[in-house]
């Protein structure tokens, strides 16, 4: 079982920058993978970067180049520094992590409110 915390949320202006952590515990040394996916009003969830336990990292077009995505194990802690916020990026932003215990397990923070205004 791994339990994931998000913390950093809020409200910020356009052009503005948050730091998003996603603290793990639990059966931590079973994760292969993390990642952030968000949900806007109205949308359905969608990724928005991940890393894996080698550091390889991919982004959605949407946030390339704004959006860095990092880990520091010796904090179980993931982290997502968001820069050059747009309206657009307001939603409910969740971390994620991936076993491939048990036969594969997604595993879901309850998420986190990022408001960016205009």
């Known amino acids: 079982q791994v339990q994931l915390v998000e913390s950093g949320g809020g409200l910020v202006q356009a052009g503005g920058s948050l730091r998003l952590s996603c603290a793990a515990s639990?059966?931590?040394?079973?994760?292969?993978?993390m990642g952030w996916y968000r949900q806007a009003p109205g949308k359905q969830r969608e990724l928005v970067a991940a890393i894996t336990s080698s550091t390889s990292t991919n982004y959605a077009d949407s946030v390339k180049g704004r959006f860095t995505i990092s880990r520091d194990n010796a904090k179980n802690t993931m982290y997502l520094q968001m820069n050059s916020l747009k309206p657009e990026d307001t939603a409910v932003y969740y971390c994620n992590a991936y076993t491939i215990a048990q036969g594969g397990m997604n595993y879901w923070g309850k998420g986190t409110l990022d408001t960016v205004s205009s």
């Open positions: 639990g059966s931590i040394f079973s994760i292969n993978a």
